[in-house]
C-alpha cells in the first residue's frame, strides 16, 4: 500500500470517527431508580435530574441519594458501554494502516 492511500485511509477513519463521537455527544442517555430519572448527554452535560415529588414523603435523605447515585451510574454506564462498542471499531480499522 503506498503512502497515499494509507493517508487517505486515515483521513477517511478520523472523518467516520469524529461523525460517530458527534452522533455520541448528542444521544441523550437516561437512568431510573425509584422516584429519581436523570438524563445526560453522551458529553456527559446533565441534562434533566427529576424528583417525582408525589413519591418524596416516602422517601428518606440516604434512600434520595442512594436513587441519584444509581441513577447517574446507569446513565455513564451506558454512556460508557456505547462509546466502546461504537467507537472500538475504529481501533480495529487502524490496524489496517500499519
Same mark, same amino acid.
Given at each position: ?14 472523518? *467516520? ?48 441519594? *442512594? ?32
Amino acid at each position: 500500500m503506498n503512502i497515499q492511500a494509507m493517508m487517505k485511509q486515515a483521513q477517511k477513519l478520523q472523518s *467516520d470517527m469524529g461523525k460517530v463521537k458527534k452522533e455520541l455527544d448528542e444521544t441523550l442517555y437516561n437512568g431510573k431508580s425509584g422516584i429519581v430519572e436523570i438524563e445526560i448527554y453522551g458529553n456527559l452535560n446533565v441534562n434533566k435530574v427529576n424528583i417525582h415529588e408525589e413519591d418524596l414523603t416516602d422517601v428518606d435523605k440516604e434512600m434520595l441519594e *442512594d436513587m441519584i447515585n444509581i441513577s447517574l451510574n446507569q446513565c455513564l454506564e451506558k454512556i460508557k458501554n456505547d462509546k466502546e462498542s461504537k467507537l472500538g471499531q475504529f481501533g480495529q480499522g487502524m490496524q489496517g494502516l500499519l
